[in-house]
């Protein structure tokens, strides 16, 4: 679970890094991508 939350965290770090307008603009693909990646997360059963 540990590794989970350092994951998230560390693409929440990714997106503020990124979140110039200017940029979010043309990041349309890698948007798709994170919210595909955030719900296979949160619906990947937990292996504790």
Known sequence: ???RKTWMLG???FLSIR???AVLAG???NAA???WAAWF?????KKE
């Open 1 to 3: 679970m540990m590794m």
């Open 11 to 13: 693409f929440l770090g």
């Open 19 to 21: 979140g110039m307008p």
């Open 27 to 29: 990041d349309l693909l």
């Open 33 to 35: 991508w994170i919210l």
């Open 41 to 45: 997360i949160h619906f990947t059963p």
